[in-house]
């Protein structure tokens, strides 16, 4: 595994949309708070009660979200263009972020695209499947050469996987799991 987390700019950005999103509800749920305030007796108030929860959950999440981007500063990261990996030329010989892997387990094969650290949101429903490298799963093929067979433990219980094959993704395949970064038509 590489000694910096690998971060993807899309992620990246989608972390700090969802940190402003938490702190623009804390305030909103703040003003209704105070809006509701204003109502007469606090211990009969609904909307109070209601806009003071909204506020600390809101308030909960946005310290989560605090504590995920300072824990990848302190962690150390390096920001990687997802676009890179479709224009990648050559042979792939080993596994790592960026690459498509072909796995199969038993009778299923998929194809694995060893994503960024913190690209768990990323939709499962796609051509490729996105894999963070540092998921179970991530870790096992990482640094792997194809064709091989490899033992590893997911989800709690030791599974053979055959790396059937490894490539780079396609520019359509890159674009269709990160499209905020089709280009604009001016």
Sequence with gaps: MPERLIVTQPSLQSLAETLDRHAAEKMQAQREAKVAKEWGDLSENAEYKASKEKFRLAGRLQ???????????NVGYEIVDPLEWARA????????VGV???????????????AGAKDQHLPTDK???PVPYTSPLGAALMGQNAPQRIEATIAGELRILTLESLRAPSMEEVLELYPELTPQKS
């Design 63 to 73: 310290q989560r979200m605090v504590r995920e981007l300072k824990g990848l500063e």
């Design 89 to 96: 030329s050559g042979q792939v010989l080993v596994a790592g």
């Design 100 to 114: 498509v892997a072909r796995v199969t387990q038993g009778d299923f094969t998929e194809n694995y695209l060893l």
């Design 127 to 129: 051509t490729l499947v």
